[in-house]
């Protein structure tokens, strides 16, 4: 079982030497990461580099191949279903789009693990339901449909529910992407402003640098399954790594490649020329 | 450039085999998936089970929601049968009988197997849209992080759902079945009313006709909920995927409920 009670000094997150493939394609190689109590930390890189697949990890919805993947104390790969479903009641998790069940109204999406894992009454649900909904400013939605709802609004109900328990670790997959430059600060405040409020500690994946540097704590770059930068968000905004320049200016071109991998043009037109002849 | 050693008979003698054993190895795999997931249906059906309301709203939108289709397609049977069956009977004198063969053939075979094909189509296929969709829009691994079962909150109730309207459907099909067959019988040929319905009383036996009806179209549901549920769980997470689920579940269970009502009727009539 669990080993003993963590302190609070202890990191709430500990990846240790993760290694994680999806059959013969490495995704994640020796990937060593800390989660300190209270803060935000962001996880950036651009598309396909493993960043989605790190919160699977620690949300123990994919395995390490080797490695340890440490959540509260608990190793969270070597618990089995019920240790696993009591340690993701204290987690909560906003999806890329949001992922709000499509069957049921806003207030009912928020109620939803409330009345799942709760007895509460519901005048108590009730309450509760709607000071989540206020705090992310949609308590006057509470009764439409997600397909009422623009994007930046279901990303603001999203975020209520994933805190409706009051949990201790909050996981944001994209939680920027495809909103307007409104709803985008909206977002970024409240999740500094949740994190704080509910002493919880945060950890976002995101490619967008702007957003982000302005309110988290510290930065992991993620290239290629392997963490080539870390450090605080201004340390990151000074930093001469040219991967992390290329990414924080957005340039074209750099040791990110703008082709994707291929034979050297020249040869393959040679090859055709000679074909035909 | 594919290779000119690429196409000599041995290569491709190779790749077929390569092929074919591929296709038939992920087959058997799937069935096997299919299995397992079969029996943590089962496992996991408390929650549908204590929770019935759960199960209830389910069974308004597969079975209640089904009623239209069922009820009319079953009027419309029922009357061909009262055309064509009248037209053959009275070639030999015994048109009194028409109530007989209405109801048989409505009771044993076509009641549980068309009012099972509709509602593979009608709910079957709406199952499997919704639970791939789902799927596709991470709701389900949404309720996973939230430490909530999909397979108990959201396919469990489903499937027995499925279950539980199927017999109700395929009953209410053969009683709407039997009243368009004396409509036309009676109502607009004029066949004898009494006989119509005295013989129909005589003939059909409650174990041997009516229950074995009963049990075709609970196996049938079983079918049908099952490769539904299966199919949106399994689909792959695109529009693509998910109308490709949607069209393999429809076929499947058609050509599974007439495979099965095939075996079930050998093994129940075989005194014959």
Known sequence: ?277 | MPDASDNTLGNKLNRFLTNLGAGVTSRIWRLGFACRFFLEIFLQSGTALRRFNLTIREIYFTGVLSLIIILVSGLFVGMVLGLQGYDTLQRYGSSDALGVLVSLSLVRELGPVVAALLFASRAGSAITAEIGLMKATEQLSAMEMMAVNPIARVVAPRFWAGVISMPLLAALFSAMGIFGGYLIGVQLIGVDEGSFWSQMQASVDFREDIINGVIKSFVFGLIISWIAVFEGYDAEPTAEGVSGATTRTVVTSSLAILAADFILTALMFRGL
């Open chain 1, 1 to 277: 079982m669990a080993s003993a009670s963590p302190t609070v000094d202890e990191p709430l997150v500990k990846l240790s030497d993760v290694n994680f493939a999806y059959g013969s394609r490495p995704i994640l190689t020796g990937i060593n990461m800390t989660i300190p109590r209270g803060k935000v930390v962001a996880i950036m890189g651009s598309s396909g580099c493993g960043k989605t697949t790190t919160l699977r990890l620690i949300g123990g919805q994919l395995r390490p191949i080797s490695g340890e993947v440490q959540v509260n104390g608990q190793m969270v790969h070597a618990l089995d279903s019920t240790g696993l479903y009591d340690l993701r009641r204290r987690m909560g998790m906003l999806f890329q789009f949001g992922a709000l069940f499509t069957d049921m109204s806003v207030y009912d999406n928020v109620a939803f693990q409330m009345r799942e894992h709760t007895d509460l009454p519901e005048p108590l649900i009730h309450d509760l339901v709607m000071m989540k909904l206020h705090s992310v400013g949609l308590r006057g939605a509470h009764d439409l449909m997600p397909s009422e709802l623009s994007g930046g609004m279901a990303r603001r109900v999203a975020l209520a529910r994933a805190v409706a328990l009051d949990p201790m670790l909050i996981m944001y997959d994209e939680p920027f992407a495809g909103l307007d430059p409104i709803s985008l600060s909206i977002i970024g405040e409240l999740i500094r402003r949740l994190n704080d409020a509910l002493g919880a500690s945060s950890i976002i994946v995101t490619h967008d640098v702007q957003e982000s540097l302005k309110i988290v704590d510290y930065v992991y770059f993620v290239s290629a399954g392997k963490i080539v930068a870390e450090g605080t968000a201004e340390e990151i905004k000074a930093s001469k790594t040219p991967y992390v320049h290329q990414f924080i200016w957005g340039e074209a071109d750099g040791p990110v490649p703008f082709q994707y991998p291929a034979r050297s043009y020249g040869e393959e037109m040679m090859e055709r020329i000679s074909g035909r002849a």
